[in-house]
Nanobody
Framework: VKLVESGGGLVQPGGSLRLSCAAS????????MSWYRQAPGKERELVAR????????NYADSVKGRFTISRDNAKNTMYLQMNSLKPEDTAVYYC?????????WGQGTQVTVSL
């Protein structure tokens, strides 16, 4: 299983970023996929989750209305469109898949929201 995140960077408050997660080594189209984030000194938290066909999406209250999770099963890729970014969105963002009673993680991509 391999998960590779990309698309992070430095952005000003109110700006946008689009994260990508390229997946391989498992049946991507069959699995629920998630984005998590971890800010310095804080626990890792769930940001958004999407079902295998993309029909159901769930979001943390803190990002509802600003972030959109999506996936392209033909490309084995998941996305997180982040709009109206706030300084409190600063964190390392991780792609996650859970199957066979195990969590798999990518290496993470840093998102920094600052002037």
């Amino acid at each position: 299983v391999k998960l590779v995140e990309s698309g992070g960077g430095l952005v000003q408050p109110g700006g946008s970023l689009r994260l990508s997660c390229a997946a391989s080594g498992f049946a991507f189209s069959s699995e629920v996929m998630s984005w998590y984030r971890q800010a310095p000194g804080k626990e890792r938290e769930l940001v958004a989750r999407i079902t295998s066909a993309g029909g159901v999406k769930n979001y943390a209250d803190s990002v509802k209305g600003r972030f959109t999770i999506s996936r392209d099963n033909a490309k084995n890729t998941m996305y997180l469109q982040m709009n109206s970014l706030k300084p409190e969105d600063t964190a390392v963002y991780y792609c996650n898949v859970r199957f066979s009673l195990r969590d798999y993680w990518g290496q993470g991509t840093q998102v920094t929201v600052s002037l």
